[in-house]
């Protein structure tokens, strides 16, 4: 069993007892989520597709830590002009572990 639901405006496939990384969530470490906006449910015969959204249908999880990611290195040259700049970034994320799936 599967489906596709919404989290902050990105889109994940998800199925139970696996853990993902999400965009950030204000959600403390060990709360309980559950995810309204599914687009897609499978059970391996059948498959609901919503439009947008499947009625009754939602996501179960929790949260299990929250960090930053990678860091991405941003270098901006412009050549035979003495021109570097060197910047980096990291997103926060947040990870959970789905525990179930409904609909």
């Known amino acids: 069993m599967y489906a596709v639901v919404?989290?902050?405006?990105?889109q994940f496939r998800v199925m139970p007892?696996?853990?993902?990384q999400v965009p950030l969530l204000s959600d403390e470490?060990?709360?309980?989520l559950s995810f309204d906006q599914v687009?897609?449910?499978s059970d391996g015969s059948s498959v609901k597709?919503?439009?947008p959204i499947v009625a009754g249908a939602s996501v179960k999880a929790e949260v299990l830590a929250h960090g930053l990611s990678r860091k991405v290195v941003i270098?901006?040259?412009?050549?035979?002009?003495?021109?570097?700049?060197?910047t980096g970034?990291?997103?926060?994320f947040t990870q959970?572990?789905?525990?179930?799936i409904t609909g």
Not at 17 to 20: C, K, R, V
Request: charged fraction near 40%; glycine fraction near 8%; proline fraction near 2%.
């Open 89 to 92: 970034h990291r997103q926060p």
């Open 75 to 86: 270098f901006k040259k412009k050549r035979r002009k003495n021109y570097r700049r060197k």
């Open 17 to 20: 007892d696996t853990t993902l």
């Open 49 to 51: 597709v919503g439009s």
């Open 96 to 100: 959970i572990r789905i525990t179930g």
């Open 6 to 10: 919404k989290i902050k405006e990105q």
């Open 39 to 41: 687009l897609m449910v």
């Open 29 to 32: 470490v060990g709360a309980k």
